[in-house]
């Protein structure tokens, strides 16, 4: 056993904690079924064990705690790497333990239970999936707890080539616009109402509240069993769908869970995605003065993004367009009766000891967003124990794919799609729907229809969607060349008035080696010259007219190609583009120099003369240079 483990085992003994509140305090013990990150932060503030199975969580919890500690000491800053990266790490060892049935990773440093393991791992999942198992037994190995290493050739036999976890997918534009009409559609009908909505609630949250009261009064109990608060809810329903302030909003509804409400925030919140392309939770941290468009002439949106920075938040902006304002101004007015009322409940919890200082903190941050939850129990012991008190917009592939875009696939949309996504060919059914709809989703879809309607670049597209990295731009952005070019080709008056433009510059080629040029060089071009000198001596002013080129051209006869040198080469079976070969090679016989670009030439050699002079004349400190 190493030194590392042995010191490992001693540390846990004592059971030591991991976790520490704002003052210091300890607060999570390793082996504790719940870690509680709250004074961090960040974006996840807990970890939980409770669905591992006893067989394998106290290894797991051992072999996460050591990996904390090894990046602790590998980091300035004396931390971890975000919670939200812990949590996947937990779910690799939890992947690795159940297939493999064991859970004391140091034995992967043996061979044989090593052999074992990766035959266990054959199939597991996806190329994704199959990368971060590797990464995790890797960073094992790192922080000396193994010693086997895993290369891609041997993670690359794991993958199942049946799994479905790909890239984000990319809407065909006849859904993207459609989906985009629809939510506009959506914010503009409902942003008029959205103080009334708030009131309206707020109305429906203090009536319930008495009767649910005045109902366990009556009973004479602390809490309501199912059967019990099945008939209050339903008694509920039937009083408040009489009351004239549902009417008075278009197709709204009463829910004190938050179903209508719900739709409502998924609507802004895919409105402001698909205006930003920012991802989730950038989107989440949100509210109405996220909005600005004082200083420059294209609107922004701020928000906070935690991505590649050990789950830190940093203030940063994305260029967005007017409808988010309203988007935002709906999503956080509307709900501004749940936000009241959350924070009364949450007051209530806090001076009652319910909650820690960390805890009411991060949930009271969770409630500046726009988009809160919408769904507030009857028991506050309920409420309290959320998770996190935003609207719940998780990565599930149909988060989003909400029944009024009503979506109906053509076979234009099916082809397009599997052009887009290759990887999910068939997917997209004629006459279905999208066969998911993420957050993710509106990232790829923004930066596919910015791509390929020439709106942007890959530039563009590393600042908005905030990449480190421009290759990740262009992966996002793949195959929108593709399908901007299969578009062009089958769109035949399009590819006619190419044809046409490409034919009217081959013609002004010839017109200008014919008719216009003074001296032609080039081999080519000296045996036009001498067969043009030959007929103008006979009496011709025009050697060639247009509509002759024109039909030689057509026929395939006469062929030209402008080089990058200048200059045509008139080779229509040349399989090589010329450019500086005549120096080292015999000079194409087929070359055509005009006078024009004789010119040209000879200014770009006269250049290239003075600066060979200067560089020669620095001697050997152009050489250090070089």
């Not at 086997?148 to 080539?161: L, Q």
């Not at 503009?188 to 707020?202: C, D, F, G, L, V």
């Not at 731009?473 to 006619?496: F, G, H, I, K």
Request: charged share 25%; net charge neutral; hydrophobic share 35%.
């Amino acid at each position: 056993m190493s030194e590392k483990l042995i010191q490992l085992r001693q540390e846990l003994v004592e059971n030591p904690y991991l976790t520490f509140d704002s003052d210091g305090k300890g607060v999570s013990r390793v082996f504790d079924a719940e870690w509680d990150f709250h004074a961090l932060n960040q974006i996840r503030k807990t970890i939980s064990f409770g669905h591992i199975g006893e067989k394998y969580r106290h290894d797991i919890q051992s072999y996460l705690y050591a990996l904390m500690q090894w990046q602790k000491k590998k980091s300035n800053s004396n931390s971890h790497t975000a919670v939200s990266s812990l949590i996947k790490t937990r779910h690799q060892l939890n992947t690795i333990a159940t297939r493999w049935g064991k859970s004391d990773f140091s034995l992967l440093s043996s061979e044989r239970e090593w052999k074992k393991c990766t035959k266990a791992l054959h199939g597991v999942g996806g190329v994704g999936i199959c990368q971060h198992i590797a990464s995790t037994i890797n960073a094992l190995n790192k922080a000396g707890l193994v010693t086997c290493y895993v290369h891609k050739r041997e993670y690359t036999k794991w993958v199942n080539p049946d799994a479905g976890d790909g890239q984000a997918i990319a809407f065909p534009e006849a859904i993207h616009v459609s989906i985009l009409r629809t939510v506009v559609e959506f914010v503009e009908t409902y942003h008029p109402y959205r103080h009334q909505i708030s009131a309206t609630m707020e109305k429906l949250y203090t009536y319930q509240d008495e009767m649910f009261n005045a109902e366990l009064k009556v009973l004479g109990v602390s809490a309501l069993n199912e059967r019990q608060m099945a008939t209050f809810i339903t008694r509920m329903s039937r009083i408040t769908s009489k009351w004239p302030e549902r009417k008075a909003i278009p197709d709204f509804s009463f829910y004190r869970r938050g179903k209508w409400l719900g739709a409502m925030l998924r609507m802004c919140f895919i409105c402001v995605g698909l205006f930003s392309a920012a991802r989730r939770e950038e989107l989440l941290s949100m509210n109405k003065e996220s909005y600005d468009d004082t200083l420059a002439a294209v609107p922004k949106v701020s928000g906070f993004s935690t991505k590649g920075n050990k789950g830190e938040r940093i203030y940063t902006t994305w260029n967005t367009a007017p409808i988010a304002k309203l988007a935002l101004e709906l999503a956080y007015d509307a709900t501004q009766a749940a936000r009241k009322y959350s924070l009364e409940r949450l007051d209530d919890g806090y001076q009652n000891g319910l909650l820690t200082q960390d805890q009411y903190n991060a949930k009271k941050q969770d409630l500046e967003s726009a988009f809160i939850s919408s769904d507030i129990p009857y028991v506050s012991e309920a409420f309290l124990n959320k998770t996190s008190l935003k609207c719940s917009i998780d990565g599930a592939n149909d988060a989003l794919n909400m029944k009024e875009f009503n979506i109906i696939a053509t076979s234009e949309d099916a082809e397009e799609f599997d052009l887009l996504n290759p990887d999910r060919v068939g997917s997209l059914k004629v006459g279905g729907g999208l066969p998911k709809l993420s957050p993710h989703d509106l990232r790829r879809s923004f930066v596919v229809f910015m791509v390929k309607n020439r709106l942007g670049n890959a530039l563009t597209v590393k600042y908005q969607l905030k990449h480190r990295n421009i290759n990740m731009s262009n992966w996002y952005a793949n195959y929108s060349e593709l399908v901007r070019t299969n578009q062009l080709l089958t769109d035949t008056q399009l590819m006619s008035e190419f044809d046409e433009a490409i034919e009217n510059s081959a013609v002004d080629a010839w017109d200008e080696i014919y008719n216009v040029s003074d001296t032609l060089s080039g081999a080519e071009g000296e045996r036009i010259a001498q067969n043009k000198a030959e007929r103008l001596a006979q009496g011709e002013e025009i050697v060639m007219s247009r509509s002759e080129l024109l039909a030689l051209v057509r026929s395939g006869d006469k062929s030209i190609v402008l080089l990058p040198t200048g200059g045509y080469c008139t080779n229509r079976n040349c399989e090589r583009l010329c450019s500086l070969m005549d120096i080292v090679e015999a000079p194409c016989e087929h070359k055509v120099i005009t006078d024009k670009a004789a010119k040209r030439l000879s200014r770009e050699r006269d250049n290239l003369i003075a600066s060979f002079r200067v560089i020669n004349d620095m001697g050997d400190y152009a050489n250090e240079l070089i």
